[in-house]
């Protein structure tokens, strides 16, 4: 289809020219009164269409198993949802914001959390003579099981989050 235009566009730029810069050639008598700048705009205007009409026709008509493997490889992963550790005996407002800083957004990731990482957590915070870690991935553990009953029970012979 495009070849079709381009061929009918080149011979109209290829009429005009040879009347503009050939004096031989005889300008029929229609076009004696029409201005050159006349034809030039013509031109100009067929060819800003001929472009906009190439550069709205769509770039890509490739299928979808086409596409290169490394965008099908790649998984799409969801950032979980965060739960609300303090729900957790020991754990306030204050240490539950420290634990998302450190990545630490789920019951789940807070029951697989290192002692050692949630102590340096809280050390690093300034807190740790207020806040015991020591039974929060036991708490967290049942919460991510969604055992809320047992952990009620566990709750309920702690004090402040440590033993009593």
């Not at 870690?133 to 566990?154: I, R, V």
Request: aromatic letters at 8%; glycine letters at 8%.
């Amino acid at each position: 289809m495009f070849r079709k235009y381009s061929i009918l566009i080149g011979l109209l730029v290829g009429s005009l020219t040879q009347t503009a810069f050939s004096g031989s050639f005889q300008v029929p008598r229609q076009l004696r009164g029409i201005p050159w700048w006349v034809w030039l705009l013509v031109i100009l205007v067929l060819l800003a269409l001929l472009i906009w009409w190439w550069l709205s026709y769509p770039e890509e008509k490739v299928p979808p198993a086409a596409k290169p493997e490394a965008e099908a490889a790649r998984p799409i992963v969801e950032a979980p949802q965060p739960d609300d550790l303090t729900r957790i005996e020991g754990i306030g407002p204050k240490i539950s914001s420290l634990l998302q800083a450190a990545g630490i957004m789920t019951f789940a990731q807070l029951a697989a959390t290192d002692m050692s990482r949630l102590k340096q957590i809280i050390a690093e915070a300034g807190l740790a003579a207020l806040a015991d870690p020591a039974t929060w991935p036991e708490q967290a553990s049942l919460a991510a099981a969604g055992q809320w009953n047992a952990l009620e029970t566990l709750q309920g012979e702690l004090k402040g989050g440590r033993r009593v």
